[in-house]
C-alpha cells in the first residue's frame, strides 16, 4: 500500500505555535488520499473480523494481565480473533520502552499525595499520565491476521496513528503528525498517544486519547522522548483545542469506528465489558515498579 509521506516538521527551536502550524501546512499541501489497492494481497486486508470490546475503568496491574492474557489467546492457532478494547485507565503515570522517570516533573511526595502510582511497562513509547477524561486502546492481534508480515510493525503503527487522526478529526478538530515521533499532536500538545509493541509477529497494547484530562499535571509529564527533537513533548487535549465540551462516548464511537477501518476490517462485534475476566484493583505496596 503507497502512504503519502509524513509532513516535515518545523526546527525545534520554533515555538510551539508556529511548530503546529507549519506541520498543519505541510499536511494541506500532501496528498492524503490512499492509493486505492488493486488486489486483496496489496491492500494487506485482515484475514479474520475484528471483536470490539467497551469496557471501564481498569487499574495497572488488572490491564497488564488482560494484556498478557489476550496477547496469549490471539497468537494460538485458531485462537481468538484479532481484539480491541476501549477503556478508561485509572489515574497513574505510566512509561513505556522510550521514556524515563526524568520525564516526570512530579516528587514523590507529589506522587504520594495524589494517588499516583509510576510504573515501567512493556509498551513502546514514552511516559504517560492517566486519569479521568482519558481513553486508553489497545489492539491484541497476530499481524499476519491483519494481512500484515512479520516485519510489518510500523505499517501497523502507521495504521493506529491513521485511526487516531480521524477520530480526532471527527471531533472538529486539528490534528498533525510529525515524522521524527508516534502520535497526534494539536495545538495544546500530543491529544494521542501511541505505545504499540510487537512480540514475536503479535500486536498488543496501543495508545490514550486526551479528550478531556485536567490539562495542569498534563504539562508536568514529557511524553515526547527527548530525543525527537520536536517543539512540544507533553499532552494536551481535544476539549482544550477545540474550546468546546466533547462527550466520552462520541470520542469512543469515533475511535472504533475509525480504528477498524484504519486496518480495513470489514466487519466488527461490538460488545460491553472486558473481553476476559480481570481481578479487582489492588492498591499498589510500591511507589514504582515495572510490569509488561
Known amino acids: 500500500m503507497t502512504r503519502p509521506p509524513r509532513p516535515r516538521a ?17 499536511m494541506d499541501a500532501t496528498p492524503q488520499r490512499r492509493r486505492r489497492p488493486t488486489t486483496a494481497v496489496e491492500a494487506g486486508l485482515p484475514r479474520r473480523d475484528v471483536s470490539v470490546w467497551l469496557a471501564g475503568r481498569i487499574g495497572l496491574d488488572a490491564y497488564a494481565a488482560m494484556a498478557e492474557r489476550l496477547a496469549w489467546e490471539v497468537s494460538e492457532p485458531h485462537g481468538r480473533p484479532p481484539t480491541l478494547v476501549l477503556y478508561e485507565p485509572e489515574p497513574a503515570v505510566t ?25 515501567f511497562v512493556g509498551r513502546g513509547g514514552g511516559a504517560v499520565l492517566h486519569g479521568p477524561g482519558q481513553i486508553g486502546i489497545g489492539l491484541f492481534a497476530a499481524l499476519a491476521d491483519l494481512g500484515l508480515g512479520p516485519h510489518a510493525a510500523g505499517e501497523a503503527v502507521d495504521r493506529f496513528e491513521d485511526g487516531f487522526a480521524g477520530a480526532i478529526r471527527g471531533l472538529r478538530c486539528g490534528a498533525a503528525r510529525d515524522s521524527r515521533v508516534h502520535g497526534v499532536f494539536g495545538r495544546t500538545g500530543l491529544l494521542a498517544a501511541v505505545g504499540l509493541a510487537v512480540r514475536r509477529g503479535i500486536l498488543w ?11 495542569e499535571l498534563q504539562r508536568r ?11 512540544v513533548r507533553t499532552m494536551g487535549t481535544v ?54
Request: glycine share 8%.
Open 10 to 26: 518545523a526546527p525545534c527551536g520554533r515555538d510551539a505555535a508556529a511548530w503546529y502550524n507549519s506541520l498543519m501546512d505541510a
Open 239 to 292: 476539549e482544550a483545542d477545540v474550546q468546546r465540551r466533547i462527550r466520552l462516548q462520541d470520542a469512543r464511537a469515533l475511535l472504533v469506528e475509525q480504528v477498524v477501518d484504519a486496518f480495513g476490517f470489514v466487519r466488527s462485534d461490538v460488545q460491553s465489558g472486558f473481553p476476559v475476566p480481570v481481578p479487582s484493583p489492588s492498591p499498589s505496596a510500591e511507589p514504582f515498579s515495572r510490569v509488561g
Open 221 to 231: 509529564v514529557r511524553t515526547v522522548p527527548f530525543a525527537a527533537g520536536v517543539a
Open 95 to 119: 512509561i513505556g520502552r522510550l521514556g524515563s522517570r526524568a520525564d516526570v516533573d512530579l516528587s514523590a511526595d507529589e506522587l504520594r499525595s495524589r494517588g499516583l502510582d509510576v510504573r
Open 205 to 215: 497494547h496501543g495508545g490514550f486519547l486526551n479528550v478531556q484530562p485536567a490539562l
